[in-house]
């Protein structure tokens, strides 16, 4: 069809792709097109504005590499990866759900690791946290054999893969449930950081005048066949972040109880006070096992970064 107006642009656009012979692929790419150049429309988009969104495409690409993944990055400022999240999990949004963010920084090959054993491997400042953590169906039943994936920052404000001071795998663990479905380790009680700012996502942080931080949390993957693989963030209510995370990542659901002790810890005589626990349960749904893409897949080398904080305007 010869274009004759805007008009006519959409229409033959959607006719092009019906050929598209996966029923699926067909359906997103038809409301892709139908979206996309509603949006051209609504906010008449300039012919200026279009080459810099084309910009900042291509900049999300030029910032991911094996270390960092700037376009996950860029979806969890936009809120778009808690959408997803939300819609495929707990009932499409509508209940209560353990799912939650992946995150940019998850590793597929963490090191095994034996139920009470520590995930540091390296120094790293911050006080002792002990952690249990329970796995069950939506019947109670206790999960066994379960692979659990852990990971989560130093107090320092960086994921291992980020910080070449860091041993490979720190604060990092696979651990498999007992029969009573439990996994628990030791660790650091986790901090808040600040994500990166010195790409795409820096640029809109800074033009809506946000800061860029997350609130401390732990980052938990679930894997068993038989199961949809659970992954799953819990966070800390203390945390000044709490109710304006950079990355919308925080359900009311998934606020942990870090338990503070002041006391000398019985289990272990190393143990300074103060030192904290925590006891959380996940409900883990029947479905397909599928673990996701990693992210990333290497370590940063060099210097440690320098990762400035945003203040709110």
């Not at 700037?70 to 400022?77: D, K």
């Not at 893969?161 to 860091?166: E, Y």
Request: glycine share 8%; hydrophobic share 35%.
């Amino acid at each position: 069809m010869i274009i004759e107006s805007e008009k006519d642009v959409t229409p033959v656009v959607l006719s092009e792709y019906e050929r598209v012979k996966n029923p699926r692929l067909r359906e997103i790419t038809a409301a892709f097109i139908r979206h996309l150049h509603d949006f051209a429309r609504e906010v008449r988009l300039t012919e200026e504005e279009f080459q810099a969104a084309m910009g900042y495409i291509v900049a999300l690409g030029k910032h991911t590499n094996e270390t960092h993944n700037e376009a996950v990055l860029m979806s969890g400022s936009l809120g778009f990866s808690t959408l997803i999240c939300l819609l495929n999990n707990g009932n499409r949004g509508q209940t209560e759900t353990d799912a939650n963010l992946l995150g940019p920084f998850w590793r597929l090959d963490s090191p095994r690791t034996m139920n009470g054993d520590s995930i540091v491997r390296s120094p790293t400042p911050g006080a002792v946290l002990f952690v249990d953590a329970l796995f069950h169906d939506v019947h109670g039943k206790p999960i066994a054999g379960a692979e659990v994936d852990v990971w989560h920052s130093s107090t320092e404000g960086f994921y291992e893969n980020q910080d070449p001071v860091q041993a490979d795998m720190n604060l990092r663990g696979k651990f498999i449930t007992d029969a009573d479905g439990h996994v628990n380790f030791r660790s650091i009680k986790p901090a808040g950081y600040p994500i990166p700012i010195d790409g795409p996502v820096g640029e809109l942080l800074r033009a809506a005048g946000r800061h860029n931080m997350r609130p401390a949390h732990l980052h938990f993957l679930a894997y068993k066949p038989s199961f949809k693989t659970l992954i799953s963030q819990v966070y800390d209510p203390d945390d000044k972040h709490i109710n304006n995370d950079v990355q919308f990542g925080v359900t009311r659901h998934l606020i942990g109880g870090y338990v503070r002790h002041d006391e000398p810890c019985a289990s272990a005589a190393d143990v300074k006070a103060p030192w904290y626990s925590l006891k959380h349960t996940f409900v883990m749904e029947s479905g397909t096992a599928r673990l996701p893409k990693p992210p990333i897949t290497g370590k940063a080398q060099g210097e440690r970064p320098q990762i400035p904080h945003l203040e709110p305007t």
